[in-house]
């Protein structure tokens, strides 16, 4: 279209030539002849001259829309499961962003299937979209996912459930935008540590507990376990695992491992340490059926800081819980995904990008509210 119009405007000059020359006189053809080839001359670079400013225009807003970001791009992204409580605000604040920004978002459900959200994945390649962010169902699919995207050459962050740097390093559109499990897991241990008896309620030298985990594959419930009992015995502490259960993350299921941990090991139980607020909020209700008491005569801490653990932690009904802060991460691979589109790429090693979890106590828990 830009080089039509620059086009007809010099043949509509030429044209004017050719017409005034037709027309001149025998005696002044020359001089009238000169003078209107000048102001056709003239004319012809005019509309040049206005048909490069024109292009250059539009180059310019084109320029400027790519840099606001959103310039109608189409956005697929993949959520293990709708269900889940923490992602449901993540994903929120991921669609909330980037509709901000212009970009066209379509959200999938993989309710909780690998195999679903493969074929969601390759549905978003066949529609060409621009880039994906994908919150694996499944750590180990990891391998399988970023050959798909590599393959398709799609600019992709992954969320939530990090794979391994090695595996990462296979594509250069590829980055790892959430939290360092390790961090979470550390500051549960510390919730524990600053109360005053540091987890040790009967005062027999040792801190007993069960640990209620999360998926086992995932790192994050990996370092979570991990890393909260690391603190204890870090920090000097002699510690006793009276069970770990596996509760997927589920608060029903979280409900069901205190329930019965509690009528098995009763008040030998003095800490309950879960991955997540949603089991946090299940063993509560097992807790308080059992007629114990958190900060009293057992503690309880979780990971998320959702709204409804927020509200217990305020209560004294938890002894404190890790804000994983979905609104920063939403921001982070948001960021990062611009950064794709941009034309840049990731070196190996330097493809995950943290964003820092923070202790909730009842002395800060309003402020999170």
Not at 106 to 112: A, E, L, P, Y
Not at 202 to 222: C, L
């Amino acid at each position: 279209m830009k080089l039509t119009r620059k086009v007809t405007a010099m043949a509509l000059a030429s044209m004017m030539v050719f017409s005034m020359a037709a027309c001149g006189g025998s005696d002044s053809a020359p001089e009238t002849t000169t003078a209107a080839a000048a102001e056709t001359t003239t004319a012809a670079a005019a509309a040049e001259t206005t048909a490069a400013a024109t292009e250059a225009a539009e180059k310019d807003a084109e320029t400027t829309a790519e840099a606001a970001g959103g310039a109608g791009g189409n956005i697929g992204v993949c959520i293990y499961k709708f269900d889940d409580a923490f992602m449901t605000t993540y994903r929120n604040a991921l669609q909330e962003i980037l509709e901000g920004k212009g970009y066209t978002v379509t959200v999938m459900d993989g309710k909780n299937d690998q195999a679903e959200q493969n074929n969601q994945i390759n549905n978003f390649i066949a529609q060409e979209v621009d880039a994906l962010i994908i919150n694996p169902v499944m750590t180990s699919a990891a391998d399988q996912i970023i050959a798909t995207v590599k393959d398709a050459g799609i600019p992709t962050v992954l969320i939530n459930r990090e794979p391994t740097a090695e595996q990462m390093s296979a594509y250069d559109k590829l980055v790892y935008v959430g939290c360092d499990a390790r961090q979470s897991g550390t500051m549960q241990g510390e919730l524990i540590l600053d109360t005053p008896n540091k987890g040790d309620i009967n005062g027999d030298g040792k801190v007993s507990y069960i640990m209620i985990q999360g998926d086992p594959e995932n790192v994050d419930a990996q370092y979570r376990t991990e890393f909260s009992v690391k603190a204890l015995t870090d920090a000097g502490m002699e510690v006793e695992e009276l069970d770990l259960q596996r509760g997927d993350w589920d608060r029903n299921k979280g409900q069901e491992i205190a329930q019965n941990d509690l009528a098995k090991f009763g008040n030998d139980i003095e800490v309950i340490f879960c991955n997540n607020d949603d089991m946090a909020i299940g063993a509560l209700q097992a807790i308080q059926a059992a007629g114990r008491k958190v900060n009293e005569d057992i503690y309880l801490v979780g990971v998320d800081a959702l709204d409804a653990a927020l509200n217990e932690v305020v209560n004294g009904n938890m002894t404190g819980t890790v804000l994983n802060d979905a609104n920063g991460q939403a921001a982070g691979a948001v960021e990062a995904m611009e950064a794709l589109l941009g034309g840049k790429t990731y070196a190996a090693g330097e493809q995950s990008i943290y964003v820092d979890y923070v202790k909730v106590t009842p002395e800060n828990a309003a402020d999170f509210q």
